[in-house]
């Protein structure tokens, strides 16, 4: 079978290693360095699950870790797993996967009957009904609500793989990658600092590898590869990829679960599966970046409508096309970086913002393209059922309160972006308050409660230049106060 | 995790340690009659309060010595440690 | 009050369920009231319905720091269970078990009680003999409960670790079948929304600050929104106890101690039953939403922090992992933590005071969630006739100084003695 959607000599992904996996009992082909969730795409295939309650169709709304609804029963080496997000499964050969909480299949799913319940089902509806007659709560009601209950299924077989536990000492941690994770990094190793450069995705380097900026002379990629490769040559320091930071803890204890073998058909022997780390850290610089955020519109839940920079990420760095005929929603810049993506790759996209003459050297660049913008523009609600076939969108008011005449476009897909909420969780677990910064509608850290900072879109700072000077010189700074 | 100095071994994680209560109750005085209310409040009445509590660890899996320390409750932070038979000003 | 039941779940469908009442109001605190209970947990919600509904004593105000249910009542484990071997435990609880059978209707309010039945694990001989015990005197009070050996555990739950060469050998185990689960944020708001029709004011964001007493007697209580007069307070504070015993100048037999919880993923039901590891401190449930709650041993060390580290949650969840090897392979969802009020013998005390007009509940330690409607009960009656019930009368302050201690399994705040 085809990878319809793969487009020639783009991505990060080795095209000469081809691997064939099984979704739903099918076979397809993606290619080493994809995730299931871009092979699927690659291969057209959006419909991945149904959702908990109303067994609504799901498809792919992220590109990682923050995807809430391609979540899938995994089966590696004779052992099943539930619950893996398809966004973050490395691809490896011979695997499979299935979909979850749906019977008989995703595609005819009895459950969906819930969806046209779903006016007498609002949420909570379980605490004022189901009480009469009293034993049927025993016998039907409870037992049918707990069937109804959970997505992937549990093997009870005994796990028989390995984990490892370890401690480590360092004078800085930084948790993440992108722009700001390396420079500090950078700034830091170069003072001698004994350093941890945690990195939750298979590949460094965060925004730099979907965007398309130059630090230097170079592209951002290759500045982010050129400082990964010498970090990795210093002794004072340690790179860990397929590594996330996910507890901070009393007295700068963090914990990192390193993911050491799930991306391979199966663990080395002497392997384990996964190696936890307890990493005290005299300092902790969090560079988690952010995350975009979606906005509110009918039936944005359609397979099809997903992030535009999950969009661009499919694009830059699997060379894979999330739909030929794509509707950017967008009430900021980002989403015509994702438009002049697909505008270079032959794509034609149109794009509606909802504000009213938007300005900016981003935006000129769209038009000079010659991609069709509509301005004062809102999807008012995506059409389809397993996957969108076309937007009903309208005009708005200036004061965002009046609709125009609704019109319906034809599309394959809506990339939708809200602007981008910081990553602040970390922060907010070191016992940070955040804030609210007015300026992006959003929350960031605050006074900082151990000894902890936050640098780059985690911190709300969305320009690159800022971002590599502030954090460049926090590494050296923060490095300084330790020798 | 908390990370405790010891006053003998330096800085060490709570995982070594062993927590041993408040220490700022007085066993009564040997060899005097004392009340059943006094009894009480050395056996089974504490304080337990929010913020500053001065109390006892064992680092059971280093140096075995029993330690005082400084901490609050609300934030877990520790303020000081002392060796047991330091005076805590 | 509107009654919950699916007539008029489907009738306010179509109005697109906009015109529900409020579950309860939100009233200003009037100047004076004839009982005033401090805390809006699951213990001073019930008290409250209690005394409007078995005392007809309803002039009387909920105070709540913050919002009703955010506290350990929203955050425990929510395990109910009677399988006691005192009588004074086994009787109290077993007595709430009743309450429990009913809350749903008696509340017009889906508590989701699941008497799915508990099971102890044994993994000796020695603790067979205990369990044996146990079970006798449960049944001598008229508790249900089931000596099971391996086999008939392993019918049970054949996911736990029977194979061979395993570390925590399951011999048995003991088992109360009408044990079981309620939806525990459920039990806050059925209990709020009862007592609030009932005249109840339900006030939040209001925090105690101190007492006002004449002559040993309670006259008023002062709070962050003025003060108020008052005869009788109930204190149903749970982790804050000392907080506030501080501004009574009293000292208590209770520690305040942070106890963690977390629950997986959800995943299809896989496991239908409360079980609990013999070997350790560690107990598994399956909510109805497919998410595996578990919990275990407290943090260890004096503590108001509603967070917890995780050397103890990773001790907690090996335990589970020896007993049950397939968690391994779950990913967590969430992790939490409570302040809990651990009294010295493990055991609670319902009781009152050397002042006047002061009514003391606390002490619940891991348990008293599954405690709340008996809890509430008695603690009503205490208040309403002034003198202890004789289901509660076991629980009583001063039993720490006569010696009379209720030292069930040893489970007080000194856990680092055992
Ligand atoms: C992690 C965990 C797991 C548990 N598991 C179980 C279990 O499985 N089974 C079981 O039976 N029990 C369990 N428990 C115990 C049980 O939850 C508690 O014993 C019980 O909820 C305590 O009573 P409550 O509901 O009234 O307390 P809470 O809900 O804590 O209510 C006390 C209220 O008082 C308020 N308050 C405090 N100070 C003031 C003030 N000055 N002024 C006004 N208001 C104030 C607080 O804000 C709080 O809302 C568990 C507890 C925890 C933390
Ligand atoms: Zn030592």
């Given at each position: ?119 007498f089902l609002p949420a909570g509806f379980y605490y004022k009904t189901f009480m009469w007659p009293k034993s049927f709560w025993y016998?039907?009601y409870e037992?049918?609500i ?338 | ?89 | 009050m509107q009654k919950y039941s699916i007539f008029n779940l489907v009738k306010n469908?179509?109005?697109?369920h906009?015109?529900w009442d409020l579950a309860w109001k ?14 809006g947990g699951g213990h001073g919600l019930a008290t409250a319905y209690y005394?409007a509904k078995e ?7 909920i105070?709540?720091?913050?919002w009703i249910g955010?506290?350990?009542v929203g955050?425990n484990?929510t395990?109910i ?15 709430g078990?009743d309450l429990w059978r009913k809350m749903s209707q008696d509340l017009n309010y889906n508590v989701m009680f699941s008497p ?64 079981g689960t309620a939806r525990h944020d459920a039990v806050a708001w059925g209990y709020a929304r009862q007592a609030d029709s009932m005249g109840v004011?339900i ?84 909510s109805d ?80 969630f599954k405690?709340t409607p008996?809890?509430g009960w ?41």
């Amino acid at each position: 079978m085809s990878q319809k959607f793969r487009i020639e000599n783009v991505g990060l992904i080795n095209r000469d290693k081809k691997l064939s996996f099984k979704f739903n009992g099918k076979t397809y082909y993606g290619y080493e360095g994809d995730t299931l969730a871009s092979a699927l795409i690659a291969n057209g295939v959006h419909l991945v699950g149904r959702s908990f309650k109303y067994h609504r169709p799901r498809g792919f709304f992220g590109a990682g870790v923050d995807e809430p609804y391609a979540i899938v029963q995994l089966y590696r080496n004779g052992e099943t797993e539930p619950n893996i997000k398809a966004t973050e499964q490395e691809l490896f050969e011979g695997l499979e996967a299935k979909s979850v909480n749906c019977w008989p299949s995703v595609n005819f799913d009895i459950g969906a009957i819930n969806n046209f319940l779903k006016i007498f089902l609002p949420a909570g509806f379980y605490y004022k009904t189901f009480m009469w007659p009293k034993s049927f709560w025993y016998w039907i009601y409870e037992p049918f609500i707990r069937k109804a209950a959970g997505l992937g299924v549990a093997s009870i077989k005994h796990d028989k793989e390995r984990y490892e536990h370890k401690y480590e000492y360092c004078d800085l941690l930084i948790a993440g990658s992108g722009p700001s994770g390396l420079a500090s990094a950078y700034a830091a190793a170069n003072n001698g600092a004994k350093i941890i450069l945690a990195e939750d995705k298979p590949r460094f380097g965060g925004s730099l590898l979907t965007s398309d900026v130059n630090i230097g002379n170079q592209s951002g990629k290759d500045w982010a590869d050129g400082i990964i490769a010498e970090l990795k040559t210093m002794p004072n320091v340690v790179v860990k990829n397929r590594s996330q930071i996910f507890g901070y803890y009393d007295h700068n204890m963090l914990v990192m679960s390193e993911n050491v073998s799930d991306h391979l058909p199966k663990t080395k022997k002497y392997h384990p599966n996964k190696r936890l780390w307890y990493i005290r850290a005299k300092q902790v610089l969090i560079s988690s970046g952010s995350i975009e955020r979606p906005i509110v519109f009918g039936n944005n839940d359609t397979p099809g409508v997903m992030l535009s920079s999950a969009a661009k990420e499919y694009l830059k760095v699997y060379g894979v096309l999330v739909g030929r005929n794509p509707l950017v929603f967008t009430n900021n810049d980002s989403g015509y970086e994702t438009a002049i993506e697909f505008k270079k790759h032959g794509v034609d996209p149109i794009v509606l913002d909802s504000r009213k003459n938007p300005e900016s050297e981003i935006i000129s660049e769209a038009k000079n393209l010659g991609i069709s913008i509509k301005n004062s523009y809102v999807v008012v609600a995506a059409q389809g059922y397993k996957k969108v076939k076309s937007a009903d969108i309208a005009s708005i008011s200036d004061d965002k309160k009046q609709l125009g005449k609704m019109e319906n476009v034809k599309c394959d897909c809506i990339c939708v972006s809200g602007f981008w909420t910081p990553t602040i969780h970390l922060a907010s677990q070191s016992g940070n308050k955040t804030k609210f910064k007015e300026e992006i509608d959003a929350f960031v850290p605050g006074q900082s409660k151990q000894s902890e900072i936050t640098l780059g879109a985690a911190n709300g700072v969305f320009s690159l230049e800022e971002t590599l000077k502030t954090s460049f010189a926090a590494g050296s700074e923060l490095s300084k106060k330790n020798n | 995790m908390l990370y405790i100095k010891c006053p003998h071994c330096g800085m060490r994680p709570q995982t070594e340690f062993s927590y041993g209560g408040d220490a700022t109750v007085k066993r009564p005085e040997l060899n005097k009659e004392i009340s059943d209310h006094e009894w009480d409040d050395f056996v089974y009445n504490r304080k337990s309060l929010r913020g500053k509590h001065l109390e006892l660890w064992q680092h059971i899996s280093g140096c075995r010595q029993w330690i005082k320390v400084e901490r609050d409750t609300a934030t877990h932070e520790i303020f000081k440690t002392f060796k047991a038979d330091e005076e805590v000003a | 009050m509107q009654k919950y039941s699916i007539f008029n779940l489907v009738k306010n469908a179509f109005s697109g369920h906009q015109n529900w009442d409020l579950a309860w109001k939100d009233p200003t605190p009037k100047k004076e009231y004839d009982v005033v209970i401090i805390g809006g947990g699951g213990h001073g919600l019930a008290t409250a319905y209690y005394l409007a509904k078995e005392h007809n004593i309803t002039n009387v105000a909920i105070i709540e720091k913050g919002w009703i249910g955010g506290g350990n009542v929203g955050r425990n484990t929510t395990i109910i269970r009677s399988n006691y071997m005192h009588d004074d435990n086994g009787l109290f609880s077993e007595f709430g078990m009743d309450l429990w059978r009913k809350m749903s209707q008696d509340l017009n309010y889906n508590v989701m009680f699941s008497p799915r039945g508990i099971i102890n694990l044994a993994h000796s001989d020695a603790q067979m003999n205990v369990y044996a015990r146990r079970g006798n005197s449960m049944r001598l009070n008229g508790i249900d409960a089931e000596l099971l050996n391996r086999e008939q555990v392993k019918e049970i739950i054949p996911m736990a670790d029977f194979s061979d060469n395993v570390r925590f050998p399951i011999f048995g185990g003991l088992m109360q079948p009408s044990a079981g689960t309620a939806r525990h944020d459920a039990v806050a708001w059925g209990y709020a929304r009862q007592a609030d029709s009932m005249g109840v004011d339900i006030i939040q964001n209001c925090e105690v600050t101190g007492f006002d007493i004449n002559n040993g007697k309670i006259n008023g209580v002062r709070t962050s929104r003025g003060d108020i007069k008052v005869k009788k307070i109930g204190l149903c504070v749970a982790g804050s106890t000392n907080i506030l015993a501080e501004k009574l100048n009293m000292t208590l037999p209770i520690e305040t101690h942070l106890l963690q919880a977390c629950v997986s993923e959800p995943v299809k039901p896989v496991l239908d039953r409360v079980v609990t590891f013999g070997a350790g401190h560690f107990y598994i449930s399956q909510s109805d939403k497919g998410e595996m709650v578990m919990g275990g041993d407290l943090d260890g060390y004096n503590s108001y922090a509603q967070r917890g580290n995780l050397p103890t949650l990773q001790h907690v969840l090996t335990e589970g992992i020896a007993m049950m090897p397939f968690l391994s392979k779950l990913k967590m969802l969430r992790t939490w933590g409570g302040i809990m009020d651990m009294s010295m013998d493990g055991s609670p005390i319902i009781d009152k005071t050397h002042i006047d007009g002061l009514y003391l509940n606390c002490g619940w330690c891991y348990g008293g969630f599954k405690a709340t409607p008996a809890s509430g009960w008695t603690f009503a009656h205490t208040i309403a006739q002034d003198r202890v019930h004789k289901l509660n009368a076991g629980y009583s302050l001063n039993r720490f100084n006569t010696g009379h201690l209720l030292d069930e399994k040893g489970l007080g705040t000194k856990t680092w003695i055992s």
